[in-house]
């Protein structure tokens, strides 16, 4: 089953002076197994919405539903619907705090008054996954590792909950460009291996065009679009009103388009981009053409 939001508003601070509307009659589904991208330009109220997904935040107005029970309800289905719901911040590192690795990890499993065998068992399957090796990290602080270390520390704590669902709030954000594409990696075999619906926030394009297959661009608190990445980059006026741009790739690739090469724009890394140009310079060249 989906995650539902259906007409989702949201106010913070209401009837006070400092009153703002963060979401206005959002309605959206998350479809189980997928992997999703909120974009927006901040203040577009991607934050408050991946809040919502995760029950850290109850709507307003509207209702959140995941697998259908409503996430702002009480009783033990609500509580088992939140459960389901694994949530990493924007630097999440910030917010380790126990003395050790593996206790870090393991904190929310103990929090479910799990045994002490499983909680072990879901510690050592989480630091395998993230790549580190529970021997050498167990008993190390998490304040005396690198940064790309304490983020894998935050998602293998998550992980240890075994959620169903995992929303990520910027999950590379900060990070240099080998960390960054370490973290990616890491997303895709999350989604592949371990079957789990995904939803993350960034502003960087060529992140979503490498990790997701939906894109919903938000403005003002509303939806603008909700696609395929290989249509949402191609709509114009939605890319713009959402305050971002299409990845370089594409944008390049549209140039070239505009000066008269009859390539192929749709292009999300740098090889597929090479490999387009190439595809239209010998066709030209085959044609009569004069290349560019």
């Known amino acids: 089953m989906p995650i539902e939001l259906k007409n989702v508003s949201y106010t913070y601070m209401p009837k006070t002076p400092f009153e703002r509307t963060a979401l206005s009659d959002v309605s959206l589904t998350i479809r189980e197994g997928s992997l999703t991208a909120l974009a927006g330009h901040t203040g577009s109220g991607k934050s408050t919405l991946v809040q919502l997904l995760s029950g850290l935040l109850h709507p307003s107005s509207g209702a959140v539903l995941v697998d259908g029970a409503d996430l702002s ?8 619907a939140r459960r389901k719901v694994g949530m990493v911040f924007q630097y999440p590192e910030h ?6 690795v593996a206790a870090d990890i393991a904190f929310g499993p103990r929090n479910q008054e799990l045994p002490p065998e499983e909680i072990e068992r879901r510690v050592r399957a989480a630091m395998e996954f993230v790549e580190l090796d529970y021997e050498t990290y167990k008993d190390r602080s998490p304040f005396q590792l690198s940064g790309g270390q304490k983020r894998r520390v935050a998602i293998a704590g998550v992980l240890a909950l075994e959620p169903k669902y995992l929303i990520l709030d910027e999950p590379a954000a900060g990070l240099d460009p080998r960390l960054r594409a370490s973290i990616l990696r890491r997303i895709r075999r999350l989604h592949r291996e371990k079957k789990l619906t995904i939803v993350f926030v960034s502003h960087d394009m060529a992140d979503i065009a490498c990790l997701a297959d939906r894109v919903v661009f938000l403005h003002d608190g509303r939806v603008l679009l909700d696609a395929p990445p290989r249509e949402a980059f191609f709509a114009k006026q939605e890319i713009t009103a959402a ?12 140039k070239l388009q505009a000066a008269g090469l009859a390539v192929d724009a749709a292009a999300f890394s740098a090889e597929e981009a090479a490999a387009h140009i190439q595809k239209a310079l010998t066709a030209r060249r085959k044609g009569g053409g004069r290349p560019c």
Request: proline letters at 8%; aromatic letters at 4%.
């Open 95 to 100: 917010q380790l705090f126990e003395e050790t």
């Open 243 to 254: 305050g971002l741009a299409p990845p370089e790739s594409v944008s390049l690739l549209m």
């Open 73 to 80: 309800a009480k009783g033990k289905e609500a509580k088992t």
